[in-house]
């Protein structure tokens, strides 16, 4: 039974491109997180989806990032023209309901150069 | 607003002893704890969770402790290990509310 999936575990963009960070939740979990995580702090909530839904996004930057969850595929944070204040660890993580135990990937390290 | 801290930035304990990460939530209205294991490089683990209907909860090694009167949460490490070592948060989740919020960590150090 794999885990939260998350690919690439490590990404460099250089300012103003784009990063697109991908997720595949636990098999059989419906909703999923994501969360970004900078050094030596705790994580700060991002967004939250279901299938082909945005539920609570009220953690996004309001420009240059995005969050989907298509009804086939993985889940995908993209951001937009990449700043150096967007090299974190981005973790994406699901569950099979709102308050059942929530699991996460291994992350995404962004390094924007 | 929200806020999930934990007292002690830095734990050191010896190979073989109990351990006790505290953490104090602010928000009466969470019903839900998790906490987490993060080693460096990898993302958080869970450990256990517990209700706002509970006061205690047993796992392998470990136990999580709620004492809602005072917005107090412990987990204990019993025989702690080398493999222990890492970084423990605790994070809290509001009925209603989709969101876990996290505080900023303990680190515990295992001293062989």
């Known amino acids: 039974n794999a885990g939260v999936m998350q690919n690439p575990r490590h990404l460099v963009r250089r300012r103003g491109q784009e990063a697109r960070l991908r997720c595949s939740p636990m098999k059989g979990h419906s909703h999923v997180y994501w969360y970004r995580q900078l050094p030596e702090e705790g994580l700060k909530f991002m967004v939250y989806?279901?299938?082909?839904?945005?539920?609570?996004e009220s953690g996004m930057p309001k420009e240059r990032f995005s969050a989907e969850f298509p009804k086939e595929g993985p889940s995908i944070l993209r951001i937009q023209q990449v700043v150096r204040g967007d090299s974190a660890a981005y973790f994406c993580?699901?569950?099979?309901?709102?308050?059942?135990?929530?699991?996460f990937g291994q992350g995404t390290r962004l390094t924007v150069v | 607003g929200e806020s999930v801290g934990l007292h002690l930035p830095t734990l050191s304990v010896q190979e073989g002893d109990n351990s006790i990460i505290n953490c104090a939530y602010s928000n009466s209205a969470s019903d839900y704890f998790i906490w987490y294991k993060q080693e460096s490089g990898k993302g958080p683990q869970f450990i256990i969770d517990?209700?706002?209907?509970?006061d205690k909860r047993q796992g392998q090694r470990v136990t999580v402790l709620l004492n809602k009167t005072v917005k107090h949460l412990s987990l204990q490490i019993a025989a702690t290990q080398p493999g222990d070592s890492a970084v423990y948060f605790c994070?809290?989740?509001?009925?209603?509310?989709?969101?876990?919020?996290f505080g900023k960590g303990n680190q515990v150090v295992v001293i062989p």
């Open positions: 517990i209700r706002s209907n509970m």
């Open positions: 989806l279901q299938k082909e839904n945005i539920i609570d």
């Open positions: 994070a809290e989740k509001t009925r209603g509310n989709n969101r876990l919020a």
């Open positions: 993580a699901s569950s099979p309901a709102r308050s059942e135990g929530v699991f």
